[in-house]
Structure formats: C-alpha cells, structure tokens
Nanobody, 124 residues
Framework: QVQLVESGGGLTQAGGSLRLSCAAS????????MGWFRQAPGKEREFVAA????????YYADSVKGRFTISRDNAKNTVYLQMNSLKPEDTAVYYC?????????????????WGQGTQVTVSS
C-alpha cells in the first residue's frame, strides 16, 4: 500500500507560480511511475503530467506543456509539480497518483494509489 499526501496548493493570480509536492510512504517508491492529475468543478479528472521511476522520462498534457514541470526526489520519496504562468483554467483540485510498476502511463485507470488532492485556484 502507498500513502500519498499532496501539499503546496493555494490561491494565486494569473501569471503566477505554485509548486506542488507529493510525499509518498508505505512501499518502495523509487520503482513507481508517478503522475499528477486534476479535476475542475463539473469536469472529469484529467491527466496533467507523469514521470518515470528514474525521472528520466516525463510526459505532459498539451495544455500545460512548457509551463509545468514534473520532477521527483527518490531519496525524499517526493514528487513535485512546478507550475508557472498559471491561467484561470488551471484552477482545479490536483491529485498525485502512483503506479505499482515502473511503466509510465497517462490514463487515470492505470494508477493504483491516489492522494486526497490539493486545491489550486488561479484568479484572473
């Protein structure tokens, strides 16, 4: 079992930046592919970014490419999402997720463990 705890959400203005963190515990973290997803009010949860267990491969949704950066520190069992040039449409609850395996996938159903989410609000 893996426990995931997100932090770093909050309120910022358009054009601002936030850095989300996801602390993992419970099982071997370094062999797990990790991802960030988000869910806006009235919308389905969607993929944002994912990273391989080595950190050498990263994947992004087109809507955040060039603005968001996913990274991980396996020594700290933590995954990060640096969000720059934020837009009002980035407003959502952001979820960290982990896979049991090292293969990186971008579909929601591929992830086995989920955090409770952290709210990000971007005002115009």
């Amino acid at each position: 079992q893996v426990q995931l705890v997100e932090s770093g959400g909050g309120l910022t203005q358009a054009g601002g930046s936030l850095r989300l963190s996801c602390a993992a515990s419970g099982r071997t973290f370094s062999n797990s592919a990790m991802g960030w997803f988000r869910q806006a009010p009235g919308k389905e949860r969607e993929f944002v970014a994912a990273i391989s267990w080595t950190g050498g491969s990263t994947y992004y949704a087109d809507s955040v490419k060039g603005r968001f950066t996913i990274s991980r520190d396996n020594a700290k069992n933590t995954v990060y999402l640096q969000m720059n040039s934020l837009k009002p449409e980035d407003t959502a609850v952001y979820y960290c997720a982990a896979r049991r395996t090292s293969m990186v996938l971008t579909t929601i159903g591929a992830y086995d463990f989920w955090g409770q989410g952290t709210q990000v609000t971007v005002s115009s």
